[in-house]
């Protein structure tokens, strides 16, 4: 089984035409890196990430851990 994990943030949320470019490289209001490269370096370990909300929502990002890649213990 998949793990999944679930952010949500407040706020407006992401329009359809930034969705579109969310994740390209220079895209955005500093530097343009931030999510460009936290899909890149989740993607070296086979993890993804994916932008969910509708516009007019909060905006919500899900991390898709695939079955095998991490480990559950008591503590």
């Known amino acids: ?3 999944t994990y679930l952010i949500q943030f407040n706020g407006e949320g992401i329009s359809f035409e930034d969705k579109k470019n969310l ?16 899909r890149e370096i989740l ?7 994916k932008e ?11 991390i ?3 079955k ?3 480990k559950f213990t008591n503590v």
């Open 68 to 70: 095998g890649s991490y």
């Open 43 to 49: 993607s070296i370990t086979g993890i993804s990430i």
């Open 23 to 38: 994740f390209k490289r220079g895209f955005g209001k500093n530097t343009g890196y931030g999510l460009f490269l936290i």
């Open 52 to 62: 969910t909300s509708n516009p007019g929502n909060s905006a919500r990002f899900e």
């Open 1 to 3: 089984m998949n793990l």
């Open 64 to 66: 898709l851990v695939p």
